[in-house]
């Protein structure tokens, strides 16, 4: 046997007992054993844990949160709301699951059909309930009968479907925009929804969406519309805008330079700024398209750096898309940390 300066024990600057050579050997294989466990737990310990410990920053608060269950109709402000995958939900409600479409399944917006922004909606019992300006009351069921036809519909060029929401729907949106024919539709988890890949001429995080333009989440501050009044004669709301989250307490813009964040138990990641178009133009209180304002303002301090022209060309650029990381609830008031 070796001596008891060659120990285990002795490495480690500690006195080894004086034990019968038998028993010395035994036990010090096992002390040599538990230093190799101990040694190997270390090891798989530096491993297994985070390069880096992400540090919480409070950025702002949670002021507004908005559900727009039908794609172009007024929002629903909610107190309370329930982050999935695809976007914001409250009970039965969900965001932008229904859609206008023409007879042959193009979508219809407020870009072709101004006046949908005059349709509200409000939930009570499993039903949507509609009012519009001229239109008696309409309730109707949150999910229509599965035995209701499915159409093939256009959402920009892309593909996806929709279940139709009856005839009685059908032909209130019809008499109300007495244009043409519409039909109402509903989007079903079982469809196959539209993929992020297809939705950007770059890479974006992964994940999917019915009936939004492009994300699941789009986020909007307080200071950037407070910035964008100033400089123009007539002031605007932030329903013009249209986001889901809207922050205060942080500085004009400040939402451009947020990555990841946690509001609630939500964890979302940055996909890109929110370009913006002629959807903006809309007053949302009359229905009236002015195709100017306040996209020419902003065209004039919020294009794109140069280097990003192939991404967002000439739209300006007004609030920020995020996905859905890890789903979970918020509510107005929750605090808004930047993972740094």
């Given at each position: 046997?070796?001596?008891?300066?060659s120990?285990?024990?002795?490495?480690?600057?500690?006195?080894?007992?004086?034990?019968?050579?038998?028993?010395?050997?035994?036990?010090?294989?096992?002390?040599?054993?538990?230093?190799?466990?101990?040694?190997?737990?270390?090891?798989?310990?530096?491993?297994?844990?985070?390069?880096?410990?992400?540090?919480?920053?409070?950025?702002?608060?949670?002021?507004?949160?908005?559900?727009?269950?039908?794609?172009?109709?007024?929002?629903?402000?909610?107190?309370?709301?329930?982050?999935?995958?695809?976007?914001?939900?409250?009970?039965?409600?969900?965001?932008?699951?229904?859609?206008?479409?023409?007879?042959?399944?193009?979508?219809?917006?407020?870009?072709?059909?101004?006046?949908?922004?005059?349709?509200?909606i409000?939930?009570?019992?499993?039903?949507?309930?509609?009012?519009?300006?001229?239109?008696?009351?309409l309730v109707?069921?949150?999910?229509?009968?599965?035995?209701?036809?499915?159409?093939?519909?256009?959402?920009?060029?892309?593909?996806?479907?929709?279940?139709?929401?009856?005839?009685?729907?059908?032909?209130?949106?019809?008499?109300?925009?007495?244009?043409?024919?519409?039909?109402?539709?509903?989007?079903?988890?079982?469809?196959?929804?539209?993929?992020?890949?297809n939705?950007?001429?770059?890479?974006?995080?992964?994940?999917?969406?019915?009936?939004?333009?492009?994300?699941?989440?789009?986020?909007l501050?307080?200071?950037?519309l407070?910035?964008?009044?100033?400089?123009?004669?007539?002031?605007?709301?932030?329903?013009?805008?249209?986001?889901?989250?809207?922050?205060?307490?942080?500085?004009?813009?400040?939402?451009?330079?947020?990555?990841?964040?946690?509001?609630?138990?939500?964890?979302?990641?940055?996909?890109?700024?929110c370009?913006?178009?002629?959807?903006?133009?809309?007053?949302?209180?009359?229905?009236?398209?002015?195709?100017?304002?306040?996209?020419?303002?902003?065209?004039?301090?919020?294009?794109?750096?140069?280097?990003?022209h192939?991404?967002?060309?000439?739209?300006?650029?007004?609030g920020?898309?995020?996905?859905?990381?890890?789903?979970?609830?918020?509510?107005?008031?929750?605090?808004?940390?930047?993972?740094?």
């Open positions: 046997m070796g001596t008891a300066s120990s285990p024990l002795a490495r480690l600057g500690l006195p080894t007992p004086l034990l019968p050579a038998p028993s010395r050997s035994k036990w010090l294989g096992v002390a040599a054993l538990g230093l190799t466990a101990v040694a190997l737990g270390a090891m798989a310990w530096r491993h297994a844990r985070p390069k880096r410990r992400r540090r919480l920053q409070q950025v702002g608060t949670v002021a507004q949160l908005w559900i727009y269950p039908i794609k172009s109709c007024k929002g629903v402000a909610v107190n309370a709301a329930e982050c999935t995958l695809m976007g914001l939900r409250s009970g039965h409600l969900r965001d932008r699951f229904w859609l206008v479409i023409k007879e042959d399944g193009h979508t219809v917006t407020a870009r072709q059909e101004p006046r949908l922004v005059l349709v509200s409000t939930y009570e019992k499993n039903c949507l309930i509609f009012n519009a300006p001229g239109m008696e009351q109707l069921p949150s999910k229509p009968p599965s035995m209701n036809s499915i159409h093939d519909c256009r959402i920009f060029g892309m593909d996806i479907q929709g279940r139709d929401c009856g005839d009685e729907v059908a032909q209130w949106f019809t008499s109300f925009l007495k244009t043409e024919p519409y039909r109402l539709v509903q989007f079903d988890m079982k469809m196959k929804a539209r993929a992020s890949k939705l950007f001429p770059v890479p974006v995080p992964k994940y999917q969406v019915a009936y939004p333009d492009s994300s699941p989440l789009m986020i501050s307080e200071a950037s407070a910035d964008l009044n100033t400089r123009l004669e007539k002031k605007i709301k932030m329903e013009q805008f249209r986001p889901n989250i809207v922050v205060k307490g942080c500085e004009a813009f400040e939402e451009d330079t947020w990555d990841e964040l946690l509001i609630g138990g939500v964890e979302m990641r940055k996909v890109l700024a370009p913006r178009c002629i959807m903006t133009t809309v007053d949302p209180d009359t229905g009236v398209i002015d195709r100017k304002e306040p996209l020419e303002t902003l065209k004039s301090y919020r294009l794109c750096e140069p280097s990003e192939h991404i967002y060309k000439t739209s300006p650029l007004f920020v898309y995020f996905s859905v990381e890890k789903i979970g609830s918020l509510q107005v008031g929750d605090p808004v940390y930047r993972m740094v």
